[in-house]
């Protein structure tokens, strides 16, 4: 599956747009100032050849400056993206399966996971019961099985009971990174990414943001799901009731 682009996201702020094109367009001049010094260098001889070199250096230089910043321009707007991208996608439905099916989405496609487990308590506490799995059967620790994580793992264990979230490496455990989940407060379940794909070395700082963000809005996004599920539910029951009653 694919992170679908809301169609808000296909057109960006004019100021984002202007930015852009003014850094490309700084960088293009820069780069006909250089072949035009080069130019100049070959052509001219009474121009001292240190005094160009040095302008050259110049040019080169700023020509590399504005490269570096144009990189990071398009990094920071695409960290942006994603992360517009995934509040959107949370929010954007009351099914709780699909909610729960753009957290695996996020997982896989911006946080590269390979293998992950999405955990939530039962009503009484007790269990932590696997909602959503990926991979799972190629785990070899025996703490994810038969739809539910029966503990043993330091970091999950720990984030379950403190709702911090931890990124790995972490002593004892084979977690990449455990992002709690938490309503009003309360530790409802936690997103444990255990394998991430090979292409994929480890998460970056940048990916920091998107577990954050992961953490503070996952579980709220899935709790309004399945309150609304369960409203409407009860409300299409009492309304069959009460159309058997009218015709009683």
């Known amino acids: 599956m694919t992170v679908r682009v809301p169609k808000e996201t296909e057109e960006q702020p004019q100021r984002r747009a202007d930015a852009l094109a003014e850094l490309q367009s700084t960088l293009a001049r820069a780069g006909e100032l250089l072949l035009s010094l080069e130019q100049s260098a070959r052509r001219s001889g009474p121009t001292p050849v240190n005094e160009l070199q040095d302008r050259l250096n110049d040019v080169v230089q700023d020509r590399d400056e504005l490269s570096r910043r144009l990189a990071e321009y398009e990094q920071q707007t695409g960290r942006l993206m994603n992360l517009y991208v995934a509040t959107y996608q949370l929010h954007a439905t009351l099914d709780p399966g699909e909610v729960q099916s753009t957290i695996a989405e996020i997982a896989t496609n911006l946080l590269g996971a390979e293998r992950f487990a999405l955990l ?88 920091r943001e998107l577990l954050d963000l992961l953490a503070a809005h996952a579980a709220s996004a899935l709790f309004a799901a399945r309150v609304y599920h369960q409203t409407d539910r009860k409300l299409k029951t009492l309304e069959s009731l009460i159309q058997l009653v009218k015709r009683g």
Request: glycine fraction near 14%; charge should be negative.
């Open 120 to 207: 939530f308590w039962n009503a009484d506490g007790t269990q932590c019961e696997i909602a959503l799995g990926q991979g799972l059967s190629q785990d070899a620790s025996g703490f994810y099985s038969a739809g539910k994580y029966g503990g043993g793992d330091p970091a999950v264990d720990a984030t379950l009971t403190d709702g911090v979230l931890r990124m790995g490496p972490i002593d004892g455990s084979e977690a990449v990174a455990v992002v709690p989940l938490t309503v009003q407060g309360a530790v409802v379940g936690a997103l444990v990414i255990l394998k991430l794909f090979e292409h994929k070395a480890k998460l970056r700082p940048e990916d």
